[in-house]
């Protein structure tokens, strides 16, 4: 059996005004005739990445883990750019096979010069039926390179060297098509896939912030993820907002800048790191904001507890 296809749209799939298949995109890969058998293709309706769900990617989730139960060695997802690092994550929180689930896509268009899609659908085919990305749980193949969901980001707008993994590098590369893996990250256990939808909020502070906006922006959330300035502040006139807020319900600390860590123990002023999370804020370690959101709402949509989450942001961030 082959490596199992899902195509949910995103430029990899837009020929001017018609939408490629499966079928069709895979038609026009040169090379993929060389995998260990052809590619079982599971189209899905192709979307935009802006307009993904929890709901649609937990759905590919249930049904890819069928496929590898029945004998997929692996499996392809293919979709828009815009959430890949967000789909990856959430696909990585829940996955608990060994088979490598790989995820896909094109930053120009196929009617293109230079279409990039064929390219990196064929990269992340091969990484998918490879027996060195079994345990590896969730990657993204992109431009020759493999990284971990834990890991990416989109950072560039058009690019097509426009996923990283600024904290680690990738964790592979695809050598004359091979499949080369440098290094294993752990992985922590998966979750179980969510029940239930939580609304969880990213807010992002700035210069002269607002403290009416955050508690507007605020209600009705189940939970708050902060992207703050560097390693964890905010400007001191959030801090009242922020704690009333993180008595109600979970608040994640992250940085906005992009990688690195925020801190816990080193700045002591009103709106520090130590501020924060004395009152209640919850470390997001190393956790993006866009990543710590999808955790934060995949855990509250699993029903956890308030301890439950503080423990898995201890564990994964
Ligand atoms: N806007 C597109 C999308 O996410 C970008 C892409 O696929 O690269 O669907």
Do not use: C
């Not at 990617?57 to 049904?63: F, H, T």
């Not at 804020?281 to 959101?293: C, E, M």
């Amino acid at each position: 059996m082959g490596v199992t296809l899902y195509a949910m749209g995103g430029t990899i799939s837009m020929a001017g005004a018609d939408r490629l298949d499966g079928a069709a995109l895979a038609a026009a890969v040169p090379g993929l005739e060389t995998l260990g058998a052809p590619l079982e293709i599971r189209d899905r309706e192709p979307v935009g990445g802006g307009s993904l769900t929890f709901e649609r990617v937990l759905e590919v989730a249930a049904s890819a883990a069928e496929a590898v139960d029945a004998g997929a060695p692996g499996i392809v997802i293919t979709q828009g750019t815009d959430t890949l690092e967000e789909t990856a994550y959430l696909l990585d929180l829940v996955w608990r096979h060994g088979a490598p689930l790989v995820l896909t896509g094109a930053m120009r268009n196929p009617t293109l010069a230079g279409h990039d899609g064929a390219a990196n659908l064929l990269a992340a085919a091969r990484v998918a039926e490879s027996p060195a990305a079994r345990g590896l749980g969730v990657l993204v193949a992109f431009n020759d390179e493999i990284h971990a969901a834990r890991f990416v980001r989109k950072r560039h707008s058009t690019s097509t060297a426009a996923f990283v993994s600024p904290d680690t590098g990738p964790i592979g590369h695809l050598v004359e098509g091979r499949v080369r893996i440098l290094t294993r990250p752990q992985r922590p256990e998966p979750l179980p896939a969510p029940g239930a939808t939580a609304r969880v909020g990213l807010y992002t502070v700035t210069l002269d912030d607002d403290p009416a906006l955050l508690t507007a922006f605020a209600a009705g959330l189940d939970g708050l993820v902060v992207a703050g300035f560097g390693v964890g502040h905010v400007p001191a006139v959030l801090v009242e907002p922020l704690g009333a807020l993180a008595a109600r319900m979970p608040v994640v600390l992250t940085s906005r800048t992009g990688a690195g860590s925020v801190h816990r123990d080193t700045y002591r002023a009103p709106g520090s790191e130590t501020d924060l999370l004395g009152r209640g804020l919850i470390d997001g370690g190393y956790l993006h904001p866009y990543q710590a959101r999808v955790l934060l709402k995949a855990l509250l949509g699993g029903g956890a507890s308030r301890p439950a989450v503080a423990a898995a942001f201890a564990e994964r961030g």
